[in-house]
């Protein structure tokens, strides 16, 4: 579980995290979404450890990070999986060299051994036969595939994934929506997802928190978001006559 | 950003890049990689223009001294001393300062830009240890050698010069090149280089890494980089000249 309490953190004088509060819990996605400029890309930064923040703290299950010494961060570190937007796969590296990576890093497994793991997590999201491949000559849903291979390879209490269907397909996307959260199910992952994409918070938003100006305006479930009165989410989330279409009717089914 | 906060920050840099290396197998993997990439891969370029440089500064030592009082051994000294005091070090530099300054701002900066670096960072790694240590390695030890190669492909090329267009005897060149040897100014040539090697992989690894936006940046950031280092090249040769041979 991550437990975030009052974090704030500014640039200069732009205040951009104005006090959040949050609670993830472990086994369970949880979606943070908000406008442009609304302070997701930090929030999900500060949980990192990429941006420290002035004020509140940040534990994981109930480790608060900027009270560890350099070994505990280093540990924390291990324990934390990251997809990024861009996949941000090495360029330089084979697909089975980049899962491979954080695993010749961080342990002491014969070569076997981590081959072993790497061709189980690729199994695992449904990506075989691309292990010589470099990014370059992957699809954007397979780099997205390995990103998530990568991530999850050193067995992570948490991972983190900022907007990680954009640029995918809807179809894909949804593949990659689902992959994560029957990963986050399966291996009882506390998953954070930074994400504009409001198909996943239809589909797998066990928990959404709306961020808005730096404050959270809004937390609930997808089910929630259907039955919200709170107009930023409404206005953020509804904002094309297809959705609203779709809440109308989810809204008139349910009356 | 003015040129002191740049200079405190490079030096800040420095200070993260020079700690232990996490793996060390992983950071002798990446070791052998940048000789591969930065310094086998720079021979190529080096031996050719050492070559001709060489060759041109014969034939032009040649066309300038037709006194019958200057002895044509001196067109031999001339170029020996010109390949193994400035060209070999330094100007073999500012051209390995183009292309393989380019080359490392260009990959950390797209490293950057594509949240590569992050990635390592979210990892655990000290991603400027990682990435730039092997670097400066490679390039402060591998750069001497190369340096050693350009001068003695250049004189070579003084006297292939001198043999193909007849404008003086290969004896005299011989002798020229034999004439006055002294071990310092190598020893010179080669201290230069390493300082040389050291600014080629830090300074673009400083511009690669602290790039912000994305393509257009990682170019501006490049040709900033190579325009500096050559600069810094330049200044510390002067330096260096004037500290060990003044």
């Known amino acids: 579980m991550i437990e975030v309490k009052g974090i704030q953190k500014s640039f200069g004088d732009a205040t951009i995290l104005k006090g ?36 509140g703290t940040i534990a994981f299950d109930g ?20 997809v990024f937007q861009g996949s941000a796969l090495f360029d330089s590296l084979t697909v089975e060299e980049n899962v491979m990576f954080p695993m010749k890093m961080f342990t002491d497994r014969s070569m076997s051994e981590m081959m072993d793991r790497v061709n189980t997590v690729l199994k695992r999201v449904n990506l075989t036969n691309a292990n010589k491949k470099f990014p370059a000559e992957l699809s954007g849903g397979m780099q997205k595939r390995v990103a998530i291979a990568r991530a999850i390879v050193m067995n992570p209490k948490y991972l983190f994934c900022d907007e990680p269907n954009s640029g995918l397909d809807p179809k894909t996307a949804i593949v990659i929506d689902n992959l994560i959260q029957e990963i986050t199910a399966e291996f009882k992952i506390t998953t954070v997802i930074n994400t504009h994409d409001m198909n996943s918070v239809m589909e797998i938003g066990e928990k959404i928190i709306f961020l808005k100006n730096g404050l959270k305006a809004w937390e609930g479930t997808s089910k929630d978001v259907f039955k919200t009165d709170n107009e930023s989410v409404v206005d953020f989330v509804y904002s094309s006559n297809l959705f609203k279409k779709v809440r109308q009717a989810y809204l008139d089914e349910i009356n | 950003m003015n040129y002191i906060e740049h200079i405190g920050k490079y030096f800040m840099m420095l200070k993260e890049v020079f700690k232990k290396p996490q793996k060390w197998n992983v950071f002798r993997e990446a070791l052998f990689r940048e000789i591969e990439d930065l310094g086998l891969k720079s021979i190529g370029i080096v031996s050719f223009i050492s070559f001709f440089v060489g060759g041109v500064v014969a034939i032009q030592t040649a066309l300038n001294v037709d006194s019958p009082l200057i002895p044509k051994y001196l067109i031999g000294f001339a170029t020996k001393r010109s390949m193994i005091l400035e060209f070999a070090p330094t100007f073999a530099s500012v051209i390995l300062a183009g292309k393989v300054g380019s080359f490392i701002t260009s990959s950390i900066g797209t490293m950057r830009v594509t949240e590569q670096i992050d990635a390592l960072e979210v990892m655990g790694i000290n991603s400027l240890n990682y990435l730039v240590l092997p670097k400066v390695l490679a390039t402060v030890f591998f ?12 004189i070579f090329g003084g006297w292939v010069a001198g043999s193909l267009t007849g404008l003086f005897h290969s004896a005299d060149y011989i002798g020229g090149i034999q004439l006055d040897f002294n071990p310092y100014l190598v020893q010179y040539a080669l ?56």
């Open chain 2, 143 to 154: 750069y001497p050698l190369i340096v050693i190669v350009g001068m003695f492909l250049g």
């Open chain 1, 20 to 55: 959040v509060d949050a609670t993830f819990e472990r086994g369970k996605t949880s979606l943070i979404i908000g406008q442009s400029g609304s302070g997701k890309t930090v929030f999900l930064k500060s949980l990192l450890g990429l941006h420290n923040p002035e004020e």
């Open chain 2, 191 to 246: 201290i230069k280089s390493v300082v040389f090697a050291f600014l080629i992989a830090t300074i673009p690894s400083y511009h690669g890494f602290y790039v912000k936006g994305g393509a257009l940046e990682v170019g501006r950031a490049s040709t900033q980089a190579v325009v500096w280092t050559s600069v810094v090249i330049i200044l510390m040769n002067y330096f260096l000249t004037q500290t060990l041979l003044g």
């Open chain 1, 63 to 82: 480790k608060i990070s900027k009270d560890l010494d350099e070994d505990g961060r280093r540990q924390l570190r291990q324990d934390i999986g990251m």
